[in-house]
């Protein structure tokens, strides 16, 4: 852990962005709303909601400054000299996002440059200010961009590339020849780049399929630990730009996902099937091989997805069907004591 | 493998405990009850019903002890001079469980100390008797305390804290700052204390909100093999003591989990939802975010549940609801061939 | 990557196998039929349909061979001098199973031997043409047979046995005294051999089964990317040969899968339960402990199994239920709205 530099209210104005009421701050950590001990004079913490009670507990429990919606702070009636700055956001969870990361003290990097353990074979190729950390593997003519970061024990395969800034944390696999965009996370134990789960029916048992495609990430994609993406048949399994990826969540050969995609954790997308851009799918769905989920298509937890989704839907279910059908179809159901009752005292 | 040293009816008078029918007898290996090969001379199986049938078939396989129910050694009718001891116990599950530790012929530990190949930070710190296997890497910081066992191509992360007597078994990930109590066992490849699922919408996009809180795993908690527990947004996500979680078990970020809870393989646990003591979750179960689920409740196997569950409750069925009620719905939906028949011959 | 050395008709007449119409040609490598650009003239195409529009494409894009059904290329009314080989098949998809894998540019093995940065034991025995990766760790009384792979990071517990020319990708952990068998497959980061989920209840919270048994993998088995297998409590959790076994699958302890099984991504086993010869599980099923799953059964992707299943019997649902009933079911839900009008109506 390091101390990250204070954070002004100047620099604050422009990064949140806010609007500063009260007196000038300067903060160093960010509080957890839930705590329950007082406040170091450094903690900024981030409120979705701060009304009359919230103000007083926060202003005893002596915080440098308190990040609320405009309209809260707006509506504060008791303000006073020596009072902690409000700074008035329009997104209270943008503001999170961004002081999270200001804020962070954990260290990108232990130390920039290859670790003594790492094994880097010497034709991988390794830009500017990269860090490899302990144990990791670099393989034959793999390519690290600038400010490239390798965990612990990770595995960058022959031929692969990994774009600018892109973080591999711990025990990573990425596979021979995977394309890995900028400013990438892959979080420990993924694995990208795995032969798919297909095989050929042959006269002495299933033959298998060798995945001689791969994988394509394109920039700020995030895949979460121990989860899957599988390399294409031929061609390439292509995850678009910000799209984001839970943990365990496993992506099968030739699926192609758009950009701006939520993909919540142990969710299953099956072969060759295409997701659009801005879709949003809950944790522990599943979706069968061979489909198409349309832009911005919102696909609820645990749903079973078994065909085709157009663009703009919300799905649920299993198997899956549009949510308010769904919906009716619960309600309906709800509905069959009394059914029941009807039909057995006619019948 | 070593073998134990042989256990003594004395002993497992006091382990187990039981009462001692029959000869002396010294085990030194569990036998599989559904094993059809004669038993070796030192063997004690296990047997959760022990019939006159049953006890034939073991005193000719010629094993040394049989460990039964209580009320079924009390009813064997033929017993002779030469028989096998018979061990009466009020629990065989249990009397299981502490014959198998007792002669568990694995070593804990291939080696007590560093393995010359582990990369352990100089400012980590080591209690007595620890044991580092090949490969493993310990951060900047970080506490092992006594007995601590770290397996193959482990990682714990800088000021990362590890209890008294834990094992992390092969390729397990304990991520920076993380709390682990005494006496737990992290199975290979699971990752404790990787970042949670949280984005803000901003103007380019999802940005990601770093996770500046911990995980804190309480004593005697087991954690299976490629699980996954996020750490907290801020604060800590919370396992509390004895609670045991399967393999491949996705547990979200800001979660807390109580004493006592069992949670089988597959089962997901979305962020901020909190878990009582003495829950019990079946397997690919899904829970939602922001819900509770009271003490002493059970959610079956594959359940979905989407609200707060109360104390003692068994819920099942997706989305999940009371068994009770899901027994009836399904009931209904089995009348529904009978209703449709009514209803098409008078409509 | 590695070209691999040209394939002509004449072995692919024995090969694939085919017969061969038009020129002689040598190819190089297997051509994604979805792909827009020219095709290089090395290249060979496997087409599930060759119509006219797909053979005029074909040609014109200069590929070398075309490997489409036989009755497909029987009704080419369009065949000229100079024109691509047409390679006629009884069955595309095991056509290109075995040309992806005799045209994989991947070597197996970067190179045969121990890696300078593997820890293997001394008591280890290694067979002939034995490949051993970086930072891969192979126990006390291991034993790898002839060309068997090792992959980078990889760990072979104590007393394992891994089969001839089986290979273990990136990560993978088979645990101690495991037996994988001939020619098997287990991809990154799986997890063979873990102690199983299976505690008893004591007066102090759950008490550990230590899991004395082990896992036997036959021959020609593949276990997918992060997988988990866990150990039996005594005895052996079995996987027969030619069980195709997906990413982030689970299987409990004790578990005994038959041969020529698939298994889709994310589905469970629970322990204790049988699944028989031939049997097809789709993606994200479930299936509960202590049952029986007959040969040649099916499991729809999905499905939550709650209990036996005979043999050639299709299920899907959750409760898993035959297919047919679980279609008509889903008829009948659908008839509700019809239903609760006429109800509604009358009452």
């Not at 600038?146 to 800034?165: E, M, N, P, Y």
């Amino acid at each position: 852990m390091t101390d990250p530099t204070p954070l002004t209210s100047v620099e604050a104005r422009e990064l949140l962005p806010a609007r500063i009421d009260g007196p000038e701050a300067a903060v160093g950590r960010l509080w957890d709303p839930s705590a329950s001990a007082e406040a170091p004079a450094d903690a900024v913490v981030v409120l979705a909601r701060l009304d009359a009670d919230a103000w007083a507990h926060w202003r005893d429990a002596g915080i440098a400054a308190v990040v609320a919606p405009s309209t809260d702070v707006d509506a504060l009636a008791d303000v006073r000299d020596g009072d902690p700055a409000r700074w008035a956001v329009a997104d209270t969870r943008l503001a999170l996002a961004r002081l999270s990361r200001r804020l962070d003290p954990r260290p990108a990097v232990a130390a920039v440059g290859v670790d003594a353990s790492a094994v880097v074979d010497e034709s991988a190729r390794l830009g500017a200010r990269v860090a490899v950390g302990p144990l990791a593997v670099v393989g034959a003519g793999a390519v690290l961009e600038d400010d490239v970061v390798i965990g612990a024990g990770a595995s960058v395969g022959a031929g692969a590339r990994i774009g600018a800034a892109s973080v591999l944390r711990e025990r990573v696999v990425v596979k021979d020849g995977v394309i890995v965009g900028r400013r990438c996370w892959l979080h420990a134990g993924a694995v990208v780049g795995s032969d798919g789960f297909g095989f050929a029916p042959g006269p002495h048992g299933a033959e298998r399929i060798h995945h001689l495609g791969t994988v394509v990430l394109e920039d700020d994609v995030e895949v979460g630990a121990n989860a899957c993406i599988d390399r294409a048949t031929l061609g390439a399994t292509v995850v678009g730009s910000r799209t984001k990826i839970d943990n365990l969540v496993q992506i099968g050969h030739n699926v192609r996902i758009g950009t701006d995609v939520l993909i919540a954790g142990q969710t299953g997308i099956a072969g060759s099937t295409t997701i659009g851009d801005r879709v949003v799918i809950g944790g522990a769905a599943g979706v069968a091989d061979h489909v198409e989920i349309g832009d911005d298509a919102r696909i609820a937890g645990g749903a079973g997805v078994t065909k085709s989704v157009p663009a703009g839907d919300a799905w649920g279910g299993y198997p899956a069907q549009p949510v308010r059908r769904w919906v009716r179809e619960r309600y309906l159901i709800g509905r069959l004591e009394a059914i029941w009752a009807f039909v057995k005292g006619r019948a």
